[in-house]
């Protein structure tokens, strides 16, 4: 049986976090495709409860949810699974969950069902350094001679469903992190490549503005560590 994890913070806590979102995007909508792009705050959190505890997962796509009723979805965590959490909306939290095998798992989830775990400070260097994966995307961290920066470097592709049909997409570029992130640029140029990279615990959020490659190519996701 399929079940994913979300976690949470404190109640008390997490209400002081950002909500906004994607502009023009539903109040309502927590959505893989724009999870790590419709925040700048990101909590790492645990669900409630022991084992045999379930807090559900819950729609999008009626005007009512994620309110209980028809919004309720199959898919779940138990206590003590680990959820990545963006933003509130009412009594839910948008929340991420990667099943140690399969796709990972967007949804609503009840915030009373979750809690946080201690903040992360600043990571450290060496925190960075290796090639950090989400699907068939790649961005590689190593260590540059100017004390306090690293050399950055990615790829990412698109397959369409046409033999031959493939964009791709590139990152290289010196970065000094600050507070746990990297701010990537090509240029100011609005049509240059953008993306923000933030260290969450052994998660790297990647966030880009869709001009990092050719159609369809996006860094966008989160990222674990590739083991040596």
């Known amino acids: 049986m399929m079940r994913v994890l979300v976690g949470v913070i404190s109640v008390a806590l997490f209400a002081g976090l950002a909500v906004a979102q994607m502009p023009g995007n539903p109040e309502n909508w927590c959505r893989d495709g724009f999870f790590t792009r ?9 669900a409630n409860g022991g084992r045999a505890a379930k807090a559900y997962f819950y729609n999008d796509d009626r005007d009512e949810c994620p309110e209980p009723g028809m919004c309720q979805r199959k898919a779940f965590v138990v206590g003590g699974d680990e959820l990545i959490v963006n933003r509130s909306f009412g009594d839910y939290s948008c929340a ?32 960075w350094l290796g090639e950090w994966t ?18 950055v ?8 469903a046409n033999p031959g049909n493939v964009h791709v997409g590139e990152l290289d570029g010196r970065y000094e992190p600050k507070n746990g992130v990297i701010d990537y640029s090509d240029g100011d140029n609005e049509y240059d490549c953008k993306a923000t990279m933030r260290l969450l615990g052994r998660y790297l959020i990647v966030a880009d503005n869709l001009k990092c490659g050719g159609v369809n190519v996006t860094f966008s996701g989160i990222y674990r560590k590739k083991q040596k």
């Open 134 to 151: 989400y699907g068939d995307n790649s961005i590689e961290f190593t260590a540059n001679k100017l004390p306090g920066f690293l050399n």
């Open 153 to 160: 470097t990615g790829n990412a592709s698109w397959v369409g």
């Open 96 to 127: 991420w969950y990667a099943p140690t095998s399969g796709r990972p798992t967007v949804g609503w989830i009840k915030t009373a069902d979750l809690r946080f775990n201690n903040l992360f400070g600043d990571p450290l260097e060496r925190t």
């Open 38 to 46: 419709d925040s700048q705050t990101f909590r790492i959190t645990v």
